[in-house]
């Protein structure tokens, strides 16, 4: 076609007549780019021949200042007319039967390197998608003219163009170094077949991580999924156990079938992104993704599931734009059937979302469809998402991973693991979120609302706001199978069971949310309302002068620059001056002007909503916080003290916040933090000592705004600790000790001034009583009472008096002595 210069005149127009319809866009522009040497001669791959594709590709490489595929390539002596070649032969008008055959364009290549005339080539895949959208087995209309899995013919790809080529993306892989392979010496025609698998192999897995596999109506789905052995058998015992008919339980199933399954669609799919990009276009600054790149190559031949944190309902909305936007497949996604409202819940289901209850418990036939149809979609490769944190978080924290969803995803995976399954976790990080108003009031004590119709009028009201950026950072993968190899060895020969149900299965699963936690929190993107809110709500009046705050965020910027926590987390942008103007901008920030200079401070709603978006980020600052704390109360520390007390407190701040270091590499990462303080100044060192400098100096007062960070939380472990050294041993149940510690929380809160709704959360003293006990510094009798490790007292009191003030320790023990005292027996 492009030998000629007639052929290449004639290209040059049907190009031309293409694009006065055609638009185009390459997926993984800079990806691609980096991994391309362009000193090497370049060969572009096509799946099979395509006058469209060749000339999209070709205008796509003329955008990018790429090499062309359809100018001549020189390879030493030899010149190649073009530097395309297609992997299959031409199909005909009404799609003949493809016949494989080696390009002649490949084999003189081969030929050429294996002569050693030229160093090396690089053969690079190119794909070129009409519109994105799986195949659905009962619509003819879409077999006429959507990318799916079915032979396409000339016929099938003028209506392509016709209907999709508005939105034609191209996709260019990593390339293929030719003489890797041909270093192999296996000859010039086995070293062609193995290029030609490995490129078939290549195409075949881009294509399910684009468009999807292929995946039956929705109402065949259903259908099959009563005929499931596991389902049938539920069925059964439904029948047994409510005394009905097999057809009435089958029936039932079949409802439970079409209450849960999705509906997905290609036209919602294309509608909800022309309104997404309106809607984020009007409401966000702008929205930053970090290594998504990672994502784009592990789709290929894996069950990719996604673990996004939870903060707002635009969390699902985003990622699945997100993910179509760069040629991803968008995920079936586990929402609560409360969404399954009027319109909402039918745009949704047709976006990808399948519906489950808050609980299963007590229906078992519910359970054995949900898990059939999960198991469904896990079989057939298609991507899924839920969160392992249940619902939103309304303080900003990471929450308690709900493992519902992780055992069944591990049972179904234990029972059939043809395809390897990896978690890809996803930090979403708002500079406000949308529903801060709600989150407000109920961090105020609020009961949640339930979600209505109604609240999409409120979510338009809000538009007036300023939001600010969002960034969505993709986390480091976790392999289900690598996972369990660490965790369970030998776990592919052991006897599972009809049910899947191994003895390990629960703490396995525990293990598993942990880590996805871990992994989320590594992922944080840092932003300057995370860290004004760190700073200001450090200080006893919430406020500080514009020095002050100035210096206290290029502080915290310059030490997670010295020890960054994660390769996948993400910093803001600026200096401290710069941050400032940005909080004041989203009118977060208040102000007062004097003779001196600004003074900035939070009022009264934005005190409470601040603790929020400083949660968000606690994790990072827990460890080095809890080192500055050591200093407080001491002007100088040994380092062995320092890792004893720090080894002593970090499991369970661990335990709380899921920061990502291992206790085994404590001790590194602690001189890695040290080392930072005193190259800023907060520390000075002598030999194995450390020391604080003088309480008059600029730097004291930095080190004790950052102490604070994590004061309240180790507050709270003091007064567990207190109570329960109080009480006595065998005297009061962990249930007894957690309404205890929420009642002192709420007093010592309004003695102190503490204007944090999270201190006196139940749930946080619940999580450090079962740590306690997982640690074995707890035990339980039989009756339920607690015992104490008898070091407990020693190891409790040393560390309080060194990390907290001796106002609040001494109050915490006379709030836990006046109980004592008031349950005294008369004498």
């Not at 170094?177 to 010039?188: F, P, S």
């Not at 062609?192 to 995946?215: C, E, S, T, W, Y």
């Not at 008059?696 to 950052?706: C, D, G, K, N, P």
Request: hydrophobic share 40%; with cysteine; glycine share 6%.
């Amino acid at each position: 076609m492009t030998r000629s210069p007639f052929r290449r005149l004639v290209f040059g127009v049907l190009r031309r007549v293409l694009y006065l319809w055609v638009r185009s866009e390459t997926i993984n522009q800079s990806a691609f780019s980096l991994r391309l040497d362009r000193s090497k001669p370049v060969f572009y791959v096509l799946q099979q021949p395509s006058l469209s594709d060749l000339a999209v590709v070709d205008r796509e490489c003329s955008k990018s200042g790429l090499p062309r595929p359809v100018l001549p390539v020189a390879m030493g002596q030899h010149i190649e007319p073009a530097g395309f070649f297609y992997l299959t032969r031409e199909p005909g008008w009404f799609s003949r039967a493809d016949k494989r055959g080696t390009s002649p364009t490949l084999a003189r290549v081969v030929s050429v390197l294996s002569r050693h005339e030229v160093d090396d080539a690089q053969i690079i895949p190119v794909s070129v998608f009409w519109g994105q959208s799986p195949d659905r087995e009962t619509s003819a209309w879409k077999l006429l003219f959507a990318d799916s899995w079915a032979v396409t013919g000339r016929l099938r790809r003028l209506v392509s163009i016709l209907i999709l080529g508005r939105k034609t993306r191209v996709q260019f892989s990593s390339p293929i170094h030719l003489r890797e392979l041909i270093a192999q010496n296996k000859g010039q025609e086995r070293t062609l077949r193995m290029v030609h698998r490995i490129l078939r192999v290549h195409f075949r897995n881009q294509k399910a991580a684009v468009i999807g596999p292929d995946v039956s109506h929705r109402r065949n789905l259903v259908k099959g999924l009563v005929n499931d052995p596991l389902v049938r058998q539920a069925i059964i015992e439904e029948a047994e156990r409510e005394k009905i008919s097999l057809e009435k339980a089958e029936a039932q199933a079949l409802r439970y079938g079409n209450e849960i399954a999705s509906d997905y669609t290609y036209t919602a799919i294309r509608f909800l992104e022309l309104v997404l990009s309106w809607f984020w276009n009007k409401i966000y600054d702008g929205i930053k993704v970090h290594n998504i790149e990672g994502v784009q190559e592990i789709a290929q031949g894996h069950e990719v599931i996604y673990v996004p944190c939870h903060r707002s309902h635009i969390d699902y909305l985003l990622l699945s734009y997100l993910l179509f936007t760069n040629g991803l497949t968008p995920p079936h996604i586990a929402a609560g059937v409360n969404l399954n409202m009027p319109l909402i819940g039918g745009l949704l289901r047709r976006g990808g979302a399948f519906f489950m209850r808050r609980t299963f418990k007590g229906n078992p036939l519910y359970t054995a469809v949900f898990n059939e149809y999960l198991h469904t979609l896990f079989r057939k490769g298609f991507p899924v998402e839920y969160f392992v944190e249940g619902g939103r978080s309304r303080t900003g924290r990471t929450l308690q991973p709900k493992t519902g969803m992780l055992a069944i995803t591990l049972r179904g995976f234990l029972r059939s693991h043809r395809l390897p399954i990896v978690f890809v976790p996803v930090y979403i990080g708002y500079e406000r979120v949308l529903e801060g108003r709600t989150y407000l009031g109920e961090l105020r004590g609020a009961s949640k609302k339930k979600e209505s119709i109604f609240d999409l009028f409120k979510v338009l009201g809000a538009l007036k706001q300023r939001f600010g950026q969002v960034s969505v950072n993709f986390g480091e993968p976790i392999r289900l199978a690598e996972f369990l190899d660490q965790q369970q060895p030998g776990w592919r020969e052991q006897e599972l069971g009809p049910q899947y149900r191994p003895e390990w299965l629960n703490e396995t699963t525990n293990r598993l949310g942990e880590r996805v936690a871990r992994h989320l929190n590594e992922a944080a993107a840092v932003n300057p309302v995370n860290l004004v809110a760190l700073a200001l709500l450090s200080t006893s009046r919430l406020a500080l002068d514009e020095g002050s705050l100035r210096r206290t965020l290029d502080l915290y910027l310059a030490l997670l620059r010295a020890v960054p926590y994660s390769p996948h987390t993400t910093l803001p942008d600026g200096d401290g001056a710069a941050l400032i103007e940005h909080v004041k901008g989203m009118k977060l920030l208040a102000e007062q002007n004097d003779a001196l200079g600004k003074i900035f401070y939070l009022d009264e709603a934005n005190a409470v909503l601040m603790t929020y978006y400083r949660n968000n980020v606690l994790h990072i600052f827990a460890l080095p916080a809890l080192l500055a704390s050591f200093f407080q109360s001491s002007s100088r520390t040994s380092r062995e003290q320092i890792l004893r007390y720090a080894g002593a407190l970090y499991p369970y701040l661990q335990a709380e916040l899921f920061t990502r270091w291992d206790p085994a590499e404590l001790e590194s990462v602690i001189d890695q933090w040290l080392t930072a303080f005193v190259g800023q100044g907060l520390l000075t060192r002598d030999g194995d000592v450390y020391m604080r400098p003088a309480p008059s100096s600029r730097q004291f007062v930095l080190l004790t705004l950052l102490s604070r960070t994590v004061a309240q939380t180790l507050q709270r472990f003091y007064m567990a600790t207190a109570l329960l050294l109080n009480a006595g041993q065998n005297v009061i149940s962990a249930e007894e000790l957690e309404n205890l510690c929420t009642v002192m929380a709420q007093r010592l809160s309004i003695l102190h001034g503490l204007n944090a709704p999270e201190f006196f959360d139940k749930s946080l003293f619940r999580h450090f009583i079962q740590r306690l006990l997982d640690q074995g510094v707890l035990r339980q009798d039989e009756a339920g009472r607690l015992s104490h490790h008898p070091l407990l007292s020693e190891l409790a009191e040393g560390a309080a008096k060194r990390v907290l003030p001796a106002e609040i320790r001494l109050s915490i023990r006379q709030v836990a002595l006046d109980r004592q005292e008031d349950e005294a027996p008369v004498v």
